[in-house]
């Protein structure tokens, strides 16, 4: 099965690749490495914001987490000229989650995105992470993920 095939299989429809809010390109290729900027979360009904130990369920943060894997997917594809079959590996995501002090469960958060990845890639979806707390992120969104993803090169 395909990449696209999977997520078609699963109602996901990419997104077209967010542009860049600020001053950055949203990926840079270097041989067969991809560096993806960090993907806010996001849906179709616009930005998913909240704060997880106090508005927000882990539950919650974990959809958003996977929305972010959405936006990540969908900038790798843009990188790859629109051919999801040039992935070949996630190598590590760092996500970030909008948290009180207190709230310790970033990696479930972030596990949203994982298994994400996991589902659509199979093997090739296993990776590296990080997930961190944050005190704030922009524009008030609950999770901001960015990716490292191993790419054919043309």
């Known amino acids: 099965m395909t990449i696209d095939s999977r997520l078609a299989e699963r ?16 990926f840079v290729a270097d ?7 960090g993907q806010i979360s996001q849906g179709p009904d616009g930005l998913i914001k909240g704060r997880l130990g106090d508005t927000m369920s882990v539950e919650e943060g974990a959809a958003a987490a996977q929305r972010c894997a959405v936006s990540l997917l969908a900038q790798v594809k843009a990188a790859c000229g629109g051919d999801l079959s ?4 996630v190598l590590k995501l760092t996500g970030f989650v909008n948290s009180t002090p207190d709230f310790t469960d970033q990696p479930k958060v972030i596990n949203g995105a994982s298994d994400f990845f996991v589902e659509i890639l199979g093997d090739a979806g296993r990776h590296a992470r990080s997930a961190v707390s944050a005190a704030s992120l922009p524009l008030g969104v609950a999770v901001e993920i960015e990716g ?3 790419i054919k090169t043309k």
Do not use: D, E, H, K
Not at 11 to 26: D, E, F, Q, R
Not at 31 to 37: A, C
Not at 86 to 89: G, I, S, Y
């Open 86 to 89: 040039r992935l070949t590996r």
């Open 11 to 26: 109602g996901i429809t990419l997104p077209n690749a967010p542009a860049p809010a600020a001053n950055y390109v949203p």
């Open 148 to 150: 490292i993803f191993q």
């Open 31 to 37: 041989g067969g490495t991809l560096y993806v900027s």
